[in-house]
Every structure is written in structure tokens, then in C-alpha cells.
């Protein structure tokens, strides 16, 4: 019991700079994957809505959609830690991020008793995208290739109106990575670039990725080698030196983005970690990757900000 008391004297402080400022959560397919984990996040989601952040989450499910794939027949083709999206890759997204993944992820908030309403990009034109034109891309291995990626999107707008009218009245928006064009034709959107978008629409406090690593690796195959502080610069150069790859290279880059277009923190941790998300909030030491831009660099190690 002491411990508990202490440790809300500790988060005091951060309490008092977070009330009511907007949170953007992504979750990662990996971690949406076991009902342990998913009860857990779930919990720590209700309380700190409880304690008065405004939440918003945003889901992929990546690893749903890639096992949905298999037992119908095709392996999923990624690029750079990015799904191409053919015609039945399509249908596979639409039934797994709107349909099995929202649904257990607000069937677990519903237990914790947070209000959670499931949204896609689809909805009330939250998300317009355009379909993303074929592209060259330097994959993981550093060759350069032309891709074209299917009914992909890239989001053009976002309609952040809606998701602070949830807020206002108490509710906590999960949001499904699929939008649509212009035109109402349905597009994957990387969740990871998604979350991008929300947080720097609706200029976030801070902009979490909770994944299934500790954070930014500097070997992939050592925790004692993470990256507990970065700046866009840092992260430039991880990407060129193959350090950073695969699926956190977009989490990466949507970081380095959101940093620099008015985000203040973003943060990659791992969400199966025992209570990753209110350690990373909290407390000082936090538990994971945190990402700045420069100006708020300078801040921080002037110990201005926390």
C-alpha cells in the first residue's frame, strides 16, 4: 500500500501537466495478438482516461491480417515494414482491422469499464487518403525498388472535429486503420503513419507506439543496447546504417515526422512490458525510446520540460 502511495505522489506532477491534453496510442497487431496483454493495455488505458488524459487509439493488426492471409491461401507480401495491398489483401484488412481487431480491443476496454467507441477512417470521412501512385523505395537490404502497393493510401486530410467531439463527452475513440478516397473507395493505411496523422491534426501532448520490442534497438538481439533519447538527426542516421528496419522503420519515420510538425514527445516502448504505458507517462525515467525535434531537445536537457 505504501508503494502505491508513493507512486502517486511521484506522478502528481505529471498528472497535473497532462490533464485534459489529447494522447494518440497506437497498438501494434503484435501486441493485440494475446488476451493477457490486451487486458493489460486495456487497464491502463481506463485509468489514466480516469485520471483525466484524453485518449485516442489507433490499431493496425498486422499479424491478424498476415495468419488471415495464410489460412486463405497467400502469403502477404511486405515492403520496407509495409503490407502491398492487392485486391484480396484488401478484403483480408477490411475483415480484420474494422471487424476481429477493433471489436476485441473494445470488448477488453468494456471490461476495464472504459466508454470506447470502435471507428474506422471510413467513418464520417474521418480519414480522406489517395491511393499512394507506385513508388521507388530503398527496401530493408538498401536496394532500390519500384513498388506499387495496391490500395494503399497515403492520408490526405483528417477530420479531428469528430474525434474531439468523442472526447468532450467522455468517450474514448479506437480507431481502425482503413480510410477512404474521395470517391468512398476503401485504402489501407499504414496504422503507424495513421497515428502520425491524428497526433499532428490534433497537435497530441505525446504520441506513444506500444510494439513488442523495448524500444529502439542499436542491436536488435540486445535490450541493454537501447536508444533511450533521440532527436530526427539521431534517427536519420539509425535508418542509414541499418539499425533500424523492418516494421519499427515506419514507426521511425512517422516519429521523426510527428516530432517535427508539432508533436512534442513521441515514444516507442514495449507494450507487453508490466505497465509499460503508465511507466512511460508518469515517471521520469519512463521505459522506453522517446523522440523529440530540436527545439524541444534543447528544452529537455535544459530540464525545463518533462
Known amino acids: 500500500m505504501n508503494g502505491q502511495i508513493e507512486f502517486l505522489k511521484m506522478a502528481a506532477p505529471f498528472l497535473r501537466l497532462y490533464r485534459n491534453k489529447t494522447f494518440v496510442i497506437k497498438l501494434g497487431g503484435s501486441i493485440l495478438t494475446g488476451d493477457e496483454i490486451l487486458d493489460s493495455v486495456a487497464m491502463q488505458c481506463a485509468l489514466l482516461k480516469v485520471l483525466g488524459l484524453r485518449l485516442v487509439m489507433v490499431h493496425g493488426g498486422g499479424a491478424q491480417a498476415s495468419e488471415l492471409s495464410r489460412r486463405l491461401g497467400f502469403e502477404p507480401e511486405i515492403v520496407a515494414g509495409r503490407r502491398v495491398t492487392d485486391d484480396a489483401a484488401l478484403e483480408v484488412v477490411k475483415m480484420t482491422f474494422a471487424g476481429k481487431v477493433n471489436v476485441e480491443l473494445l470488448s477488453a476496454l468494456r471490461r476495464q469499464g472504459a466508454l470506447a467507441v470502435g471507428l474506422s477512417g471510413m467513418d464520417a470521412d474521418l480519414i480522406v487518403a489517395n491511393r499512394r501512385p507506385p513508388v521507388s523505395i530503398l527496401d530493408d537490404d538498401g536496394a532500390k525498388r519500384k513498388v506499387d502497393f495496391g490500395h ?7 477530420n479531428a472535429t469528430i474525434l474531439n467531439d468523442l472526447l468532450d463527452k467522455g468517450y474514448l475513440p479506437v480507431v481502425a486503420s482503413l480510410g477512404a478516397d474521395e470517391q468512398g473507395r476503401p485504402l489501407n493505411i499504414n496504422a503507424d ?3 502520425e496523422a491524428i497526433a499532428t491534426s490534433m497537435q497530441a501532448k505525446k504520441l506513444i507506439f506500444l510494439t513488442d520490442q523495448p524500444g529502439i534497438l542499436r542491436n536488435p538481439h540486445d535490450p541493454s543496447t537501447l536508444v533511450p533519447f533521440a532527436d530526427s538527426q539521431d534517427l536519420q542516421s539509425l535508418i542509414a546504417s541499418g539499425v533500424v528496419s523492418g516494421g519499427m522503420r515506419p514507426k521511425v519515420e ?26 512511460e507517462i508518469l515517471t521520469g525515467e519512463g521505459c522506453g525510446t522517446m523522440i523529440v525535434g530540436e527545439r524541444e531537445k534543447k528544452l529537455y536537457q535544459e530540464q525545463k520540460l518533462v
Request: charge should be positive.
Open 193 to 195: 503513419s495513421l497515428a
Open 152 to 158: 494503399v493510401g497515403d492520408v490526405k486530410s483528417v
Open 254 to 279: 512517422a516519429c521523426i515526422r510527428a516530432s517535427t510538425s508539432g508533436v512534442k514527445r513521441t515514444h516507442i516502448i514495449d507494450g507487453a512490458a508490466s505497465d509499460s504505458l503508465l511507466t
